[in-house]
């Protein structure tokens, strides 16, 4: 069963660019990026598009189809009318370089911005046993690929590219959660995170929750539990009076 399918993809450059319509023919257990693949076969061999695994787990195939950030190996065809015309955009909070690939290095300076993990100094190996409970609770965090579509439908930057120097963005603050959240780590995530990452930017609305394709709950459980434990630290009395005792 095929029938032909009427997309719009965007072609252009960091000059600028516009959507252009194409008919390609849709085989039954498709994905939109098996049609980008036809199209690139058949109609326009210079289209530039990035992927890797084409199975969900490399996060490079990043796009927007009609207007909502996904995975385009994982946008099954079926979930669109026959008649329906599918656009293709690439992520919109990021620089274009060609097409539907953009230049993501924002995530990576900002990854580079959170200190890694910083277990006690004179720990030897095998001299401390995790609790099941803390190895769970980080094990959703590292299901992350880094597909960045969190990043990029968090409208604190994909609306106001001014943010992007103050805000790391939900990937980033999830990391920074799933570090402070690590019994053995030393290092001060709280206030690094409300004073250099931009936190407080932060107003929960879960959209990055809703795109992830791992289906993290990003909004749930780290960047709420953070900003909980952000207050503690400021705010609770016996916490603060803790913290200068400590320092005496
Ligand atoms: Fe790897 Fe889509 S090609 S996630």
């Keep these: 069963m095929s029938y032909d399918g009427r997309f719009r993809v965007w072609r252009g450059d960091a000059d600028g660019g516009d959507l252009a319509d194409f008919t390609v023919e849709v085989n039954e257990g498709e994905v939109v990026l098996d049609i980008i693949h036809r ?17 969900g787990k490399c996060g490079s195939c990043s796009a927007e189809i009609n207007g909502r950030p996904r995975l385009m190996c994982m946008t099954r065809m079926s ?3 026959e008649g329906e015309t599918v656009t293709v955009t690439p992520l919109r909070a990021f620089p274009v370089i060609r097409d539907l690939v953009t230049d993501v290095s924002f995530n990576y300076e900002k990854a580079r911005a959170v200190p890694a993990f910083a277990p006690p100094a004179d720990l030897a190996p095998g001299d401390y046993r995790m609790q099941q409970v803390d190895v ?3 094990q959703e965090f590292r299901k992350c690929i880094e597909c ?3 990043q990029d439908v968090c409208h604190v930057i994909r609306d106001h ?3 992007k120097q103050a805000y790391a963005g939900p990937r980033f603050l999830m990391r920074i959660a ?12 709280r206030q690094a995170a ?10 929960i609305t879960k959209c990055c929750t809703e795109v992830c394709p791992e289906h993290i709950k990003i909004t749930d459980n780290a960047l709420i539990p953070l900003k909980e434990r952000v207050v503690d630290h400021s705010y609770d009395p016996l916490v603060w009076l803790g913290s200068k005792i400590r320092r005496r």
């Design 39 to 55: 199209l690139q076969a058949t109609q326009a061999p210079d289209l530039a598009v990035r992927w890797n695994c084409k199975a």
């Design 79 to 81: 979930t669109f009318e």
């Design 136 to 138: 769970e609770r980080s």
């Design 148 to 150: 960045f579509l969190c």
């Design 161 to 163: 590219e001014d943010n």
């Design 178 to 189: 799933e570090l402070d959240m690590h019994p053995l780590d030393q290092a001060d995530r």
């Design 194 to 203: 409300q004073h250099e990452h931009g936190l407080g930017l932060c107003n």
